[in-house]
């Protein structure tokens, strides 16, 4: 079982440049042969209980000079990581972090460890283990490591211990080491902290009264997200008998004062035996100046969703809802307005769903962000499916949800408030592959609040773009500026079912890079099918009965087989996305992005999806074009290109760190000094890309 811990490695964000490479341009091919990292698996004990849990840790001894990374590491590095390959039955928690130190490269600030660090893990073993028996943990530890070099290194580890009969002994060196350790991983704070933000200044509280100022030696503060404070600034710390105050320089992400500040505090203490340092965990929520209020994101949302009906991701869509403001146009008002709120309905439903299940799976651990539905093959081609047979539909295959043949019909107006219903609901799975401008900061706040009020976010956001299209429904005045219905819209009707078949074609083209061409061919036979059951239906309508019925039971099979063939293709989908880099681009990893930050060199962070209509759009405008090319080359600009088409923790950690919850994302790294990276905006234009560089680099 893979170690939770890919979420802090996308937060190598890095903030200021590391010191040039000392002494000759390269290291000798020997000197980086030797490990500058011994890493070793401990354990507590030196046999398994059965259905007990025990404690193991990664142990690293770390070559003097060098240091290796905490879950957050500061402004450049990578948090070590073991991907597990555990026996049958046994669980492995994540890393619990030791407090680390400030190590102090150049103009950076580095949370890390140097000398030698235990990381404890947490195994649960299970209850049918043969007492005896020799058991094996297994795994791959991969790790950064730097002076003024960073060097990425790994190591396979392993551990075997045969299964207790009855108690388990200890292991009295691995015991001591992981207690050692233990003993340095903060604790739950007992006093409440909050924090206030200027546009300079962060300024951290924490209430504890009767403190004993004059005993307090120390005091440093780790924040386990990046972006809220200036790493590299100096701390200035107040102790009173009221409690602990600490001014910090801000740091460079607007939206990382918008939500709670949590880290860690580290308190260094005159006792009698000498001086004590105890770590404690803080979660401080702010307290005004600066953050973002419910309303604000409320307003940002709205705005986001009415951009949303403009975006090309929403288009196919658009022509449904035209159609459908056209066939009613000469009905009575009342039917129009009710098939403007049964629209909102379903924009407003499916974004309770998609919000629901969103927040349920980030409670639980799993990172995901805005369109993560999107990452699964599965949903692709299903979204796919749905698509082509509504565009077989208006090309007057088959007809969906019936015909609303008498405007005072109660049954054919119900079926046509369904219609409207859907309409509503599939607009809201045709936006998550966009994000328009307002969204970023809107979706990050509400991730980070308590359920109701971040759905309130999320209704909002739904709210605006179903707005437009509820509008023209609810004033009569408008009805004046839709055409009259009549024989021209069968034509339009079958015309604009191509803007759908271009979807489907491009869903598919997403599934390719998702899961490769076994999937695909699953995806095409399914639509194959999809046609052959709309024909089936289509041809049987002036037959006799009996064969009307073996038509629609063939067609409903056909159906069905093609949904099951949609519902493998996660099964078929590789580890790693597929998606092409394309040229004079790198895939990103983090220990490349400390590799070039390390040698002083602008980088250009390119987090995308191929789901994503707005990334891939503002690739072709900006970031493939010729002038962004030269430039790039002119600079000596390392472009990197983050993918999160299939899911990628360590990615959606490294967007929340910068306060969003989808891509695009785009981060400009200086060269030379300079001090934090830049993020542009989520619509490019090959003049905002150029600036960004002509500003930064020299």
Known sequence: MRIAMEGAVARVLVAAVLLAVAGSPAVAATDLAEPRV?????????EIPAGGAFWIGLRQRIAPGWHTYW?????????????????????????????????????????????????????????????????????????????????????????????????????????????AARRAVPVPSPWPASFSATRDVVTLAVA????????IADVAFYPTGWGAIDNAAPQRVR?????????????????????????????????????????FALNAPPRGGGTLSLLAAMTLALAGGVVLNLMPCVLPVLSVKALALVRHAGGHASTLRRHGVAYTAGVLASFVLVAGVLLALRA???????????????????LAFVLWALALSLSGLFVIGGRVTAAGSTLAARRGYAGSFFTGALAT????????????????????????????????????????????????????MLPTPGAWMVRLQQLLAFPLYATVAWLVWVVSLQAGPPAVAAALAGLLLIALA??????????????????????????????????????????????AIGAGWEPYSAGRLAELRA??????????????????????????????????????????????????????????????NGVPLYLVYPAGGGAQPTVLPQILSEAVVLNAFDKETP
């Open 71 to 179: 879950m957050n590491p500061g402004d450049s590095g990578e948090p070590p990581r073991v991907d597990w390959a555990p026996a049958a039955g046994f669980t492995l928690d994540s890393f619990v972090w030791p407090h680390p130190e400030r190590i102090r490269v150049g103009p950076a600030m580095s949370y890390g460890y140097t000398g030698e660090v235990v990381l404890p893990i947490r195994v649960t073993a299970p209850r049918d283990l043969r007492p005896g028996s020799p058991v094996t943990l297994r795994g791959h530890a991969s790790w950064l490591v730097c002076e003024k070099i960073c060097i990425p290194e790994e190591a396979p580890v392993a551990l075997t211990l045969p299964a207790a009969d009855g108690a388990a002994r200890a292991d009295a060196r691995g015991a001591a080491l992981i207690a």
């Open 208 to 215: 504890a009264p009767g403190l004993a100022a004059e005993r």
């Open 239 to 279: 102790t009173d008998a009221r409690g602990i105050t600490l001014e910090i320089a801000r740091g460079p992400l607007p939206d990382a004062v918008q939500r709670p500040l949590d880290g860690v505090l580290v308190v260094t203490e005159r006792l009698d035996g000498g001086l004590v340092r105890q770590a």
């Open 599 to 660: 040698a002083g060199k602008p980088v250009f962070v390119n987090v995308t999806a191929a789901w994503c209509i707005t990334c891939l759009v503002n690739e072709r405008v900006a970031l493939h074009s010729r002038a962004v090319a030269d430039a790039f080359a002119h600079k000596g600009v390392t472009a990197l290109k983050a993918d999160w088409t299939r899911p990628d923790p360590g990615i959606t950690q490294m967007l929340g760190a910068f306060g969003r």
């Open 429 to 480: 799975v045709a936006a998550t592959p966009c994000t328009a401008p307002f969204m970023g900061a809107a979706l990050g706040y509400a991730v980070t609040q308590p359920w109701p009020t971040a759905l309130l976010v999320f209704e909002a956001l739904g709210f605006g773009l179903a707005l437009p299209f509820l509008i023209l429904t609810l004033v009569p005045a408008w009805r004046r």
């Open 38 to 46: 011994r890493v070793e698996l401990v354990s507590e004990v030196r």
């Open 364 to 382: 639980g651990g799993t990172q995901l962000g805005w369109g993560f539905q999107l990452q699964s093959p599965t949903f692709v081609t299903l």
């Open 534 to 579: 709309a024909w089936l239906h289509h041809a049987s309508r002036g037959a006799r009965a009996r064969w009307r019925r073996a038509a629609t039971l063939a067609a409903v099979a056909l159906a069905i087989v093609s949904v099951a063939l949609g519902a493998f293709t996660d099964a078929m989908a590789s580890r790693r996305s597929a998606a």
